[in-house]
């Protein structure tokens, strides 16, 4: 009896588990600043959420699992690998215009990306649309973009905005 509850256990946790997703760590340069313009996070070890920017660092590295492909294209989860802690990579909601963001992982749909790859003069870039704003906000597609501060600083901005997988700002490498 005891044999048969055991096997019984382990074919319901076998069930229930989570599929293996594969992992590998990469960064994301943006197509229009390249010189080393990444997409970054969390400074300084926050593990509270906080908005996403475009920098040039060479620690600006995510650890990305994929996950099932939709419609024929790839779909992504991205964790930060230099802070961990302080989460994944969120539309946080937002509709066009707002921030993307990091916070604590939990793999909603506004925390999985459809990958377009585009070739353009010879190379494989990537541009990356929010699951969570087609599936829960009526079929928006909205993709991560780069925008210009012009403030002086390193950083420049990342946000959502209406895909468009020819904007050399919405692509990465």
Not at 52 to 64: I, K, M, N, P
Not at 77 to 86: K, N, V
């Amino acid at each position: 009896m005891a044999a048969a509850l055991t096997a019984l256990s382990t074919a319901v946790l076998l069930l229930f588990a989570s599929p293996a997703k594969a992992a590998s760590v990469q960064h994301f340069e943006n197509a229009n600043l390249r010189n080393g313009y990444m997409i970054s996070c969390c400074s300084g070890g926050s593990t509270a959420a906080s908005p996403v920017w475009l920098e040039q660092s060479a620690d600006a590295r995510w650890t990305v699992y994929s996950l099932p492909d939709v419609n024929g294209h790839g779909v992504v989860h991205m964790q930060s690998a230099d802070e961990p802690a302080a989460g994944c990579l969120d539309s946080h909601g937002n509709g066009s215009g707002g921030s993307v963001w990091v916070q604590a992982c939990n793999n909603g749909d506004y925390q999985k990306w459809e990958v377009f790859k585009v070739s353009s003069g010879g190379q494989t870039l990537l541009v990356f649309k929010n699951r969570g704003a087609f599936t829960q906000q009526g079929g928006k597609n909205l993709c991560i973009a780069g925008k210009h501060t012009d403030d002086g600083s390193i950083r420049e901005g990342i946000y959502l905005t209406t895909c468009n997988t020819g904007s050399s700002w919405q692509q990465f490498f």
